[in-house]
């Protein structure tokens, strides 16, 4: 059986590293793609640049997605996302330090499934994760996918 995927989308190496031990320790067994900025995370969602051999049919089980990143920002990674058949119904769980209230309107209206701080400290951010992806890998009945058309 194909192990569920997380796809992280994170440009910070701290919080990336953090995020990934915080799964580990947590005995997560969900196979974990890293992307680190906008443009590689939609390369690696719509099968394009080095992405463009990749399954097009796996699709990840959750997106993890921060909103400030290079190249493209999350909140249009977030747009790109819900205007494509083939995604719109994925989970995307937007997993920031902005504690921007714009952001957090603008990625509800954009179709955010949640929004979440990103806790400064590291124990409360590991829980963070920890809760994060039992709710969501475990517990949440995620829609099929809906195919490779778009």
């Known amino acids: 059986m194909e192990k569920k995927i997380i796809l992280l989308v994170e440009d910070n190496p701290d919080d990336e590293l953090l995020t990934l031990r915080s799964l580990n320790n947590s005995n997560v067994i969900n196979k974990i793609v890293v992307t680190r900025d906008g443009a590689e995370a939609l390369?690696?969602?719509f099968n394009r640049g080095e992405y463009a051999s990749r399954e097009a049919a796996l699709l990840?089980?959750?997106?993890?997605l921060d909103l400030k990143l290079p190249k493209v920002d999350g909140l249009d990674v977030l747009r790109e996302?819900?205007?494509d058949r083939r995604t719109?119904?994925?989970p995307v769980v937007v997993l920031t330090s902005s504690d921007e209230?714009?952001?957090l309107v603008e990625s509800y209206k954009l179709g955010a499934n949640s929004y979440v701080r990103k806790p400064v400290d590291f124990d409360q951010f590991a829980q963070a994760v920890r809760q994060l992806q039992l709710y969501w890998m475990v517990l949440n009945q995620a829609p099929p996918n809906e195919g490779s058309n778009r």
């Open 88 to 90: 719109r119904l994925l």
């Open 60 to 64: 990840p089980e959750l997106v993890l």
């Open 81 to 83: 996302i819900r205007q």
């Open 43 to 45: 390369d690696y969602l």
């Open 101 to 103: 209230e714009q952001d």
